[in-house]
């Protein structure tokens, strides 16, 4: 059968990678707490997206910028004025929902049932009404479409209200001079107002990038599907600044790269798509987003954007600091340097939790064993094993006449390169699926013929074969498989 996000849900639970936010008082909506093998898996994510950007480019370097922001920015970027979501809320059931959402997932239900087309034309009525903030005609919409609520049956809907996505919270401890501040909905805006000042201390010159990899908070109205769509998470981002006339060529060249990127961390080509954008957001001249196949369909887990010159000219604007730069290349039409201009940006954006959850259910395993009465189901993680969380584990066969501390010596000889665990509790049939449930490559055994000839078992994850090493090799051959 095939595999639920409740299978994955439970397994991340049960095996100390993500847990609900402070459960102990039944949690709260959309926040989650990675657990001792959740963070090492996301860290080793991030490592890798902060090394394919800042140490395989010439031209991208990082930053880390604060949460919280000068509470302009947010004019600037357009978040106060247009990061909305149009709501809906059904009055017997007292549920909310996305009004986009409920027409998005009728249009789903015509495409299922053969009538792609009227699918088509309801997105394009409903982009209609949205543009023109006729939200009267996006109810109508849902009444007129006979959408329901699933839990009360009924459509005793209320009007459609738009709602900011943006948390808020007061900075300064006297109430009269608290004022209002946003928590970031995206980290994009800490790299824009840092542009000038990464721009003349790294001499950088366009082209080059900033790369940053931060908390993000936004106020979703329905937050299901477990890590996919949180409040709280964490985006890894990076602005690519541009000569105006060229950013197409970037565009092109950032989406192809970030592809690779996602193929590399083990995401099956099959499993991932394009989806270009036709209705471009108000600061995009071009996006494409990067999805993944997870359990409950394809959905975004990346998105590319050439972003214009929007963000830094709006921020110039409410700022009245320039933003620009001056570019002493020569253009071959004119013959001159280019000059002062500002410059255009193409992102990519990609959700730490979301790439997470994307890898976790790719490498969540169920595979028949054995035969007849054996029969049982193996579960192992299938992740790479530079993702792993752990990645070797050594056992002694027994707990007496020195294995303990051949093993011991063993795991010490590795543990300043790799992060490597000891076991002897329970059998080792029992040991090797304990690695198997969190996704640990290389199972190590000591036993008595290791006293004599210093030759250990691996046994290795996604075969379960077994080969005698000598421990002189285990370096090279773990670090062989772990490297990217
Ligand atoms: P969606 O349409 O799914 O809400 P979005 O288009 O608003 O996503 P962007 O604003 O482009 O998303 O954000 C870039 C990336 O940040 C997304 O591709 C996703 O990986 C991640 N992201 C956005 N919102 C969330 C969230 N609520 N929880 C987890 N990750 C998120």
Redesign the pocket.
């Known amino acids: 059968p095939a595999t639920s996000l409740q299978d994955i849900i439970g397994h991340a639970k049960e095996y100390g990678f993500v847990f609900p936010s402070s459960e102990i008082y039944d949690g709260l909506q959309a926040v989650y707490d990675y657990g001792q093998n959740g963070v090492e898996l996301k860290n080793n994510l991030k490592t890798l997206w902060w090394k394919a950007m800042t140490q395989l480019n010439d031209n991208v370097v990082g930053i880390d910028a604060a949460i919280f922001m000068h509470p302009l920015t947010w004019k600037a970027s357009g978040h106060v004025d247009s990061f909305n979501d149009p709501m809906i809320d059904n009055r017997d059931s007292k549920k909310r929902y996305r009004a986009d959402q409920l027409l998005e997932g009728k249009a789903e239900e015509y495409t299922a049932n053969g009538q792609p087309e009227k699918g088509q034309e309801l997105l394009h009525e409903m982009g209609r009404l949205l543009d023109a903030g006729d939200l009267n005609g996006v109810r109508e919409l849902i009444i007129s479409e006979g959408i329901k609520d699933p839990i009360s049956g009924t459509d005793n809907w209320t009007e459609v209200r738009q709602f900011n996505l943006m948390f808020s919270t007061q900075v300064g401890s006297v109430a009269e001079d608290a004022s209002l501040i946003y928590l970031r909905p ?1 980290t994009a805006q800490g790299i824009f107002v840092n542009f000038l000042n990464v721009q003349k201390t790294g001499r950088m010159k366009v082209p080059f990038g900033i790369a940053q990899i931060g908390k ?1 908070f ?1 106020n ?1 109205i329905v ?1 299901r599907q477990f ?5 709280e ?1 964490e ?1 890894m981002e990076m602005q690519f600044f541009v000569r105006p006339g060229t950013e197409m060529e970037w565009y092109e060249r950032w989406r192809d790269t970030r592809m690779r990127f996602h193929q590399a961390v083990g995401l099956p080509t099959e499993k991932l798509k394009f989806h270009i954008h036709e209705k471009l957001a108000h600061y995009a001249n071009a996006a494409v ?1 990067i999805e993944y196949q997870f359990p409950f369909g394809f ?5 590319i ?1 050439s972003r214009t010159d929007f963000d830094l000219k709006s921020h110039q604007e409410l700022s009245r600091k320039k933003q620009q730069y001056f570019d002493n290349d020569v253009d071959p039409a004119t013959g001159k340097p280019y000059g002062n201009y500002i410059p255009y940006v193409v992102e990519t ?3 730490a ?3 997470f959850l994307a890898v976790f259910c790719n490498a969540y395993t169920e595979e028949v064993v054995g035969e007849g009465e054996d029969q049982k189901t193996r579960t192992y993680l299938k992740l790479h094993p530079a993702l792993a969380p752990i990645k070797a584990a050594v056992f002694p066969l027994v707990r007496k006449d020195g294995l303990p501390d051949k093993a011991e010596q063993i795991v010490k000889s590795l543990r300043s390169e790799f992060r490597v665990v000891y076991e002897e509790r329970d059998a080792i049939g029992k040991r090797y699926t304990r690695q198997d449930l969190i996704g640990t490559p290389f199972c190590i055994a000591v036993d008595y013929q290791t006293l004599e000839d210093d030759t250990v078992t691996i046994r290795h994850r996604d075969t379960t074969q077994q080969e005698r090493v000598h421990i002189n090799e285990l370096k090279a051959r773990i670090g062989h498989d772990v490297s990217m």
């Open positions: 995206e993000a936004r979703e937050a890590t996919f769509r949180m409040r998470f985006q987003d959905r975004e887990i990346e998105g954007h954006s990609v959700g939790d979301r790439l």
